[in-house]
């Protein structure tokens, strides 16, 4: 079964320095793994993802996560952090086998608190 | 661009009642998926559909149930309510079923049970 772990309930930043929050994951052969954020009362919002390829992937509002596969991690990264990037963040993992179902398993999340 | 539309975003039934949450899917998505986030809890996923056929089932209880309709639209039922069913419920579309395929959220229905 797949599994997904965010090791940090909470990340403290302040604004314009670089963050970093983690995610490891767990799953047979190679994953699919996906960021999303959620901001208070809304929906997930996709930040970006890793199928296959260069395993630095860029994705939206400046974020960037780097794939490692001896590590089994998936750290999202971002060079100067915004007050505004303060919000829920979910790692999340998908088995590429065709018998593993097509839902995404999430992390426990993480909490961006970015100070001014 | 035209995102996830779920109805309604809030709903307050008592235990034991029914509930019917509707979900529709960004133009040209034909899949749909469900999930269930309950109070500072990481979303679960419940049950998908591809092509109007399920094609996933997960944590779904039995007394629900849901349908992907000939539009690609979805409805969750829920039926005997209960204080635990109170969770902030999540519909996402993608294009294909494939997995590599990201999944888009909409805004979610709240769920409260008294």
């Known amino acids: 079964a797949q599994s997904v772990a965010q090791p940090e309930d909470q990340v403290n930043v302040a604004e314009g320095n670089p963050l970093t929050v983690k995610c490891t994951y767990s799953?047979?052969?190679?994953?699919?793994l996906f960021w999303y954020v959620q901001y208070p009362n809304r929906g997930l919002q996709f930040l970006l993802k890793?199928?296959?390829?260069?395993?630095l992937v860029k994705g939206s509002y400046g974020f960037e996560a780097e794939f490692n596969k001896s590590q089994t991690s998936f750290h999202l990264k971002k060079p100067s952090a915004l007050v505004s990037d303060s919000a829920l963040y979910f790692c999340?993992?998908?088995?590429?086998?065709?018998?593993?179902?097509?839902?995404?398993?999430f992390g426990g999340g993480t909490r961006l608190m970015v100070k001014p | 661009a035209a995102g996830v539309i779920q109805s309604p975003r809030h709903l307050i039934k008592e235990k034991r009642e029914t509930a019917t949450l509707k979900c529709y899917p960004i133009?040209?998505?034909?899949?749909v998926y469900w999930y269930q986030q309950g109070p500072g809890q990481d979303p679960q996923f419940l049950i998908s559909?591809?092509?109007?056929?399920?094609?996933d089932k997960g944590s779904i209880p039995d007394r629900f149930s849901a349908q992907q309709f000939s539009d690609y639209h979805s409805e969750l039922n829920m039926s005997s309510l209960e204080l635990g069913d109170s969770a902030l419920y999540f519909c996402?579309?993608?294009?294909?079923?494939?997995?590599?395929?990201?999944?888009?959220f909409g805004p979610g229905t709240r769920l409260t049970v008294t």
């Open positions: 133009p040209r998505h034909d899949t």
């Open positions: 559909f591809y092509e109007k056929m399920q094609s």
């Open positions: 999340a993992v998908r088995d590429p086998r065709p018998d593993a179902g097509n839902m995404l398993t």
């Open positions: 890793y199928i296959t390829g260069d395993n």
């Open positions: 996402a579309s993608s294009l294909s079923g494939r997995a590599w395929y990201e999944q888009y």
């Open positions: 799953v047979s052969g190679n994953p699919y």
